[in-house]
Structure formats: structure tokens, C-alpha cells
């Protein structure tokens, strides 16, 4: 029988069409048998970062997202880059895994979705997420170097390069899971 991992792909976009998503989904069709991807798409219903929301009751969106980081053997990670930066939206939902007992010690792997070579987003992601004591499987962000907006699964599983460079993404989660 083989031992599945549970790895939560977290999309840093809200955009309806957007390449980060569209890179974790493919990669869901990629994985291989041992590896099961999830979606997140919970982010726009976060409420905004307050620390003193964590003493009460939490949100149903909060809580449904630390279950699932809970839940889960690895983090999938794909974040653009805006204004040189961490989308607010996401860095929001970093905001509510710090104080979490799922996240600390969650193995993370990053992949960096830009073809113009974009990282300092990446960058800041790395030290975000060491501070948050994340694990990352790798010192950096893995490139899937997708040709921007608009980008869909379709196209990037029409790819060679593309598909080769999410296997690769997903044979260093996979070994580093153990599945």
C-alpha cells in the first residue's frame, strides 16, 4: 500500500485567473500516486490580522484554515510578487498561522511562478516563513517559469518545460515528506 501525503497548496493570488493557481493546479495533476494536493481557497474570506482576535473566538474561515494547515504533511506554496513585496492578502493569511500550534515545523516548498525572474517577493516569503519556523524544503523557491496573467493549466500542461520543472518541484516535496 502506498503512503499518501496530504500537501495544501497555497495560491498568494485572489485573482480569478491567475498563473500561481493555475501552477499548483497543475501540479495536483502531476503529483504522483503519493503525493494528494489540495487547494486552499479560503483567502479572501480571511478577516484582516488582529492580534487580539486571537484570545477570542476565532472565525469559522480561521479556524478551517488552521485545520487544514493541521491537516496537512507539507505546504505548496506559489506567490506573486506586487509592488516588490508580499501581497497583503497573503502576508494576512501568514498573519493567522503565526500564533497557530499547525504551522511551526510544517515542511514548505516555494515555487516561484515568474518568468521575469521576480524575487523579492520570494525573498521576503523565505524570511517570513524561517521566522514563522516553517521548514523549507529547499533554500529556494523552485522556478516554473510561466509566461505571466492569463497563464492557465491547460497551457502549462501543454508545456514540456513547465511539466518538467513541477515534477521536479514535486519529486523534492515528495522526498522530503517520505511518501
Not at 138 to 166: F, H, K, N, Y
Request: net charge negative; charged share 20%.
Amino acid at each position: 500500500m502506498i503512503a499518501v501525503r496530504r500537501v495544501l497548496c497555497l495560491s498568494g493570488s485572489l485573482r480569478r485567473v491567475s498563473s500561481n493557481t493555475a501552477a499548483l493546479l497543475a501540479a495536483r495533476e502531476l503529483a504522483p500516486p503519493e503525493l494528494s494536493l489540495t487547494p486552499y481557497s479560503g483567502l479572501g474570506a480571511l478577516p484582516l490580522f488582529n492580534p487580539d482576535d486571537e484570545n477570542d473566538d476565532l472565525s469559522t474561515s480561521v479556524r478551517e484554515l488552521r485545520e487544514a494547515v493541521g491537516r496537512s504533511d507539507a505546504l505548496l506554496i506559489a506567490c506573486p510578487e506586487y509592488a516588490h513585496g508580499v501581497p497583503g492578502a497573503f502576508k494576512n493569511l501568514l498573519d493567522w498561522l503565526v500564533g497557530s500550534l499547525e504551522f511551526p515545523g510544517k515542511p514548505v516548498l516555494l515555487i516561484n511562478a515568474s518568468a521575469r525572474g521576480s524575487h523579492h517577493a520570494q525573498d521576503a516569503l523565505c524570511e517570513i516563513l524561517r521566522t514563522m519556523s516553517a521548514r523549507l524544503i529547499a533554500p529556494e523557491p523552485m522556478p516554473v517559469l510561466l509566461p505571466g496573467a492569463g497563464c492557465t493549466v491547460a497551457d502549462i500542461l501543454a508545456s514540456p518545460e513547465r511539466c518538467l520543472e513541477l515534477t521536479m518541484a514535486l519529486s523534492c516535496l515528495k522526498a522530503t515528506t517520505g511518501a
